[in-house]
């Protein structure tokens, strides 16, 4: 057996102080991995040899460079990148403050993009790789009331297929998982307005609220962490991976049907299209995506 295969694969998760990022480096360490663990919060995960804890804030340029220089220094190298980190906010695309609006699109895209740069170097002097991106079914749809948080995705989608192609060549594979909607505690940070009865969408804001709570029971997230360790294993060669019944249904419908077919369905479905129903006041709620 060669040295290279001796040596433990390693790699780096963001947004692993919880969901499916703290689900995927716990898997990932049970299976041999050394995992550096990146978020704001401490990584709730028992020290360990394998374990290298990081703090880091993905929107922070300077902060994403060192990170890498750091985990490519201590492991040696680094044969998967998992861009995981993600937040929401909540409100319609006229309500939601630009700067919460360019929070999110700096988490959710620029963070992943900024991580996926310093390591580009790394991988393609090795001639290998694995880069996941966790995007979201809502990567190829839009929803009303999470405009900014779809943009975010369908960016990440769009950036990460042409990386697909320009990083082919080099050995390095580029995954997008696709989860549908998991009990992960992911919440979106409603919009001041979202909360105010006499916006001109509370009939709307509702509707979106209700049709969500009357999905029921949302699956815990060990799917999606399973389908993070096949992608940064190279065992999965699809460029998109869907996780989870709801998303593989969206997948599939989107594509199946007509687009407007998709798109009225999906409004039918949920009650956008009937807003009108009734305005009252909304409580202050957080949406489970
Ligand atoms: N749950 C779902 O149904 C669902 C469906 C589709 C896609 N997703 C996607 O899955 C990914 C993970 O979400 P989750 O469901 O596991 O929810 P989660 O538990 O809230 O995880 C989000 C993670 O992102 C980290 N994060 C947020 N902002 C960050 C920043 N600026 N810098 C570094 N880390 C940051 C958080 O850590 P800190 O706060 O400690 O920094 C946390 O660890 C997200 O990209 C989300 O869009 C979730």
New binding site residues.
Partial sequence: MSDERLTPRSMLI????????LLAARLALARGWRVAA????PIPLDPSADLLPLG????DGAAVSRAVQEVIEIFGTLDAVVN?????NFGTAEEVPMEALRREIE??FF?AVAVTRAVLPHMRARHSGHLVF?S??WGRTGIPGFSGYCASKHALEGWAESLYHEVRPFGIGVILIE????D???TSAPAAAALDPSSPYAALYHAIGQGFDEEGQTPT?EPVAEAILRAASGEDPRLRVAVGADAMEWSSARFKDSEQEFIRTLARKYGWDQPGAGSRELKNRSTN?
């Fill in positions: 963001t947004g692993a102080s919880s969901g499916f990022g990146a978020a704001r919060r880091l804030d993905v929107t995981n980190a993600g937040m929401a988490t959710n963070g966790v979201s079914d989860p549908g909607a998991f992960t505690g992911f997230g995506l």
